[in-house]
């Protein structure tokens, strides 16, 4: 069983700390996998952006007319 305790007198009762150096430990492989994975959502926010505005414009053009 691993030794999770702090050292003596620097006792953390919530154990925010170990979990923070959980996560930065685990953070430079969670970035590989952003970086491989990203275009997929950077194609549907794009995507998601143009039919917002056009249907902003359609909106906007049928006000008018």
Known sequence: MA???????NHDPAGSTQM???????EPRGRQAAATGSSGPRVGLILGVVVAVAVVAAVAWLALA
């Open 3 to 9: 030794n999770n305790q702090a050292p003596q007198g």
């Open 20 to 26: 923070f150096r959980a996560f930065v430990d685990e």
